[in-house]
Nanobody, 121 residues
Framework: QVQLVESGGGLVQPGGSLRLSCAASGTIFSINAMGWYRQAPGKQREFVATITNDGSTYYADSAKGRFTISRDNAKNTGYLQMNSLQPEDTAVYYC???????????????WGQGTQVTVSS
């Protein structure tokens, strides 16, 4: 079993920055990809960014140029640096990890509990 714990959310003014962290623990052989999704009130969960185990990154159009995803493989931890935040970025942000627990097993998707990001003056 794998647990993902997010941190770093909070209240920030428009134009401000936040850095989210996602720490994975448990039975982990490798993490193929780590990603961030968000869900605003009344809306469906949407993709924000992802990073593969070779460091390739992919972003939603809304995140390009403002958000940066990174990971520390030694710590099994992912990060999302968010700059120039706007009210429309307000949402619960969820971490996702595609984990191989042991060689020969299938890759399993895990989700964190979410962290609230509120952008307001």
């Amino acid at each position: 079993q794998v647990q993902l714990v997010e941190s770093g959310g909070g209240l920030v003014q428009p134009g401000g920055s936040l850095r989210l962290s996602c720490a994975a623990s448990g039975t982990i052989f490798s993490i193929n990809a780590m990603g961030w999704y968000r869900q605003a009130p009344g809306k469906q969960r949407e993709f924000v960014a992802t990073i593969t185990n070779d460091g390739s990154t992919y972003y939603a159009d809304s995140a390009k140029g403002r958000f940066t995803i990174s990971r520390d493989n030694a710590k099994n931890t992912g990060y999302l640096q968010m700059n120039s935040l706007q009210p429309e970025d307000t949402a619960v942000y969820y971490c996702n990890a595609r984990v191989l627990g042991r060689p020969g097993l299938r890759i399993v998707d895990y989700w964190g509990q979410g962290t609230q990001v509120t952008v307001s003056s």
